[in-house]
């Protein structure tokens, strides 16, 4: 009698848990969520070097939206600050975290002036959450080609 009550009651709260689970249409899951944290990097200019410097990304909209920091040395008069957009829909991101490589386009715009630059890129995953990526900038000078990581945080 013990052992046939602990067997009800062990099936009664997996099939409560079971339940409470939230349901999701097939191929979908919960929005994307968190930041995604873009690591430090840089490209070759002509005599010298540029660094990206971007803040976590938050993502809203369909887009990785935050801001970015371009230095440029010894040019230090050709660096720049602005606020950087990625498309990212939520189809993208979860593609991405289950390991399949996706490219991405987007856009700079400065702070100072609203000048715009294409942005374009190429996400490649090593695991769920982070991988590499190369993020091309085209700007007045040329395009800049910058190889780095990301993750995803909270």
């Known amino acids: 009698m013990t052992i046939e009550v602990f067997v009800f009651l ?3 709260v997996t099939s409560v848990i079971h339940a409470e ?3 999701s249409p097939p191929g979908t899951s919960n929005a994307v969520t968190g930041k995604l944290f873009i690591d430090l990097s840089s490209s070759s200019v002509a ?3 540029a660094s990206l410097i971007v803040s976590p990304l ?4 369909g887009n990785y939206v935050g801001d970015y920091q371009l230095k440029v ?6 660096g720049e600050k ?3 957009l990625l498309a990212a829909s939520d189809a993208s991101v979860r593609k991405l975290q289950a390991g399949t ?14 000048k715009i630059h294409v942005v ?30 990301y993750h995803f945080g909270t």
Do not use: C, W
Not at 122 to 146: D, L, R, W
């Open 58 to 61: 938050t993502h809203r909209d």
């Open 82 to 84: 602005g606020t950087l």
């Open 21 to 23: 689970r939230p349901k």
């Open 120 to 149: 374009l890129g190429k996400a490649t995953p090593s695991s769920g959450n982070q991988g590499s990526v190369t993020f091309s900038i085209i700007t007045e000078n040329g395009k800049m080609i910058f190889n780095t990581s």
């Open 73 to 78: 040395r010894p040019y230090f008069f050709k």
């Open 101 to 114: 490589a996706i490219d991405f386009s987007g856009k700079a715009v400065t702070r100072k002036d609203g």
């Open 10 to 12: 062990i099936l009664g």
């Open 47 to 49: 005599l010298g070097k």
